[in-house]
């Protein structure tokens, strides 16, 4: 069974940065993705950013130019850089992939202070 296992989140201000990470149990290279989602309260989860195998990415419109999505097979490690952070930016965020199956951790809280 895959783990993930998020890090990185917490309070910031408004037009601060936060640097989340994402460790899997095991090689993330028979991952097709690897991504970040998101899930505020009384929404439901939505993609922030993901990164497929061969290279591509995917971001939410709201997070492009601010967030980067980075994957480190080496280290079996997914990174999100999220820089000009706004409130709206707040929620519990979670690492997700897919190899034949989905895999989730348990996700980290990020808020983000007027």
């Known amino acids: 069974q895959v783990q993930l296992v998020e890090s990185g989140g917490g309070l910031v201000q408004a037009g601060g940065s936060l640097r989340l990470s994402c460790a899997a149990s095991?090689?993330?290279?028979?991952?097709?993705?690897m991504g970040w989602y998101r899930q505020a309260p009384g929404n439901q989860r939505e993609l922030v950013a993901r990164?497929?195998?061969?290279?591509?990415?995917n971001y939410a419109d709201s997070v492009k130019g601010r967030f980067t999505i980075s994957r480190d097979n080496a280290k079996n490690t997914v990174s999100l850089q999220m820089n000009t952070l706004k409130p709206e930016d707040t929620a519990v965020y979670y690492c997700?992939?897919?190899?034949?199956?989905?895999?989730w951790g348990r996700g980290t809280q990020v808020t983000v202070s007027s």
């Open positions: 997700g992939g897919r190899t034949w199956t989905w895999y």
């Open positions: 095991e090689r993330i290279f028979s991952f097709r993705h």
């Open positions: 990164r497929y195998s061969f290279g591509d990415t």
